[in-house]
């Protein structure tokens, strides 16, 4: 049973840094490209970033330059670090694992998912 767990979400304050780790079971980690999704109120799911099994690493234009994504295979764990952040940034985050070549923008292309962690920046 494959199983993906976020965590390190929070309530921080504009321009403050976060970092999520999301740890896999149940799947020959290091096969898989690994992603990360959010979702505000009220908005579609919206890719963040992700890391390929062939170490490549893809971001939006809407967070490219503060956020970093890295993985670990022996510890079958990524991760989510989360510079100057803003209010814009707020929305659960979801880790997701899927696919054996390349990667997708689009949340049916990962077979995976973990239940998500609530970031929330505000004042």
């Known amino acids: 049973q494959v199983q993906l767990v976020e965590t390190g979400g929070g309530l921080v304050q504009p321009g403050a840094s976060l970092k999520l780790s999301c740890a896999a079971s149940?799947?020959?980690?290091?096969?898989?490209?690994v992603a990360w999704f959010r979702q505000a109120p009220g908005k579609e799911f919206e890719f963040v970033a992700a890391?390929?099994?062939?170490?490549?690493?893809h971001y939006a234009d809407s967070i490219k330059g503060r956020f970093t994504v890295s993985r670990d295979n022996s510890k079958a764990s990524m991760f989510l670090q989360m510079d100057s952040l803003r209010q814009g940034d707020t929305a659960v985050y979801y880790c997701a694992a899927g696919g054996l070549y390349g990667y997708s923008t689009s949340r049916a292309w990962y077979m995976y998912w973990g239940q998500g962690t609530q970031v929330t920046v505000s004042s």
């Open positions: 890391f390929t099994q062939s170490d490549t690493k």
């Open positions: 149940g799947l020959t980690y290091d096969r898989y490209t």
